[in-house]
């Protein structure tokens, strides 16, 4: 299982390591874009541009020297850390770059 940290529009994929009840400890991941994957197309308008075709394909890897976080379900029934960011679970890791930011 992975819980993914959701940063506005950016995604970034955690470990789960011990799970109990309602709290969850979690291990960063390092994710590596793939070399196939292509680079975004930047066309002019808004503040700098506009990236266009962001295929994104991420080598995932566990990363043992990470700090373990700490995360809890609220009784809204949203993941949290102690910082406020908010997690998502799921069994699959998902890492997304928003490159218009």
Aim: net charge positive; with cysteine; proline share 5%.
């Amino acid at each position: 299982m992975y819980a993914m940290r959701m940063l506005y529009s950016d995604i970034i994929p955690h470990t789960i390591i011990k799970e109990t009840g309602k709290k969850i400890r979690i291990l960063h991941v390092q994710a590596c874009r793939c070399e196939q994957t292509k680079a975004p197309t930047i066309t002019p308008g808004g503040f700098a541009g506009h990236a266009r075709n962001h295929e994104q394909r991420w080598d995932i890897q566990d990363d043992p020297q990470a700090a373990v976080i700490k995360i809890r379900q609220h009784k809204d029934g949203r993941w949290m850390d102690a910082n406020g960011n908010h997690y998502v679970l799921d069994a699959t890791p998902v890492k997304f770059y928003d490159y218009n930011f």
